[in-house]
């Protein structure tokens, strides 16, 4: 399992107008998305950082653009106005107790 990390920058009001178009548009296509495995969103208000942390099946499928949702996911952020710092994909190796289990190796 893959998860691919991004690292984005806004106030909270910002947060919580994408939260809600996370909630409204992207899970429901991410659910039907090929390969997605699960999400989680942190939030640093204090910081005005957020981090969304999306699984995957493949490294492949992570990066893909059209199968990921990675321009539904860049709309989201320009309607709401909040920054992209950074992306990055990591190989999960343990999880525990969220629901989410790596293949073994």
Known sequence: ???????????????????????TDVLP?????TGFRGLLVLNDPG????LAIS????????ADPEKSG?????????????TLETQEIYDVLLTEGIGLEPEQA
């Open 1 to 23: 399992m893959y998860a691919r990390v991004s690292i984005y920058h806004g106030d909270e009001e910002k947060v919580a107008q994408a939260l809600e178009l996370y909630r």
């Open 29 to 33: 296509w991410l659910r039907e998305a």
């Open 47 to 50: 910081a005005e950082r957020s």
């Open 55 to 62: 699984f995957w099946d493949s490294h492949e499928t992570a």
């Open 70 to 82: 990675i321009a539904l996911r860049d709309e989201v952020s320009a309607t709401v106005g909040s």
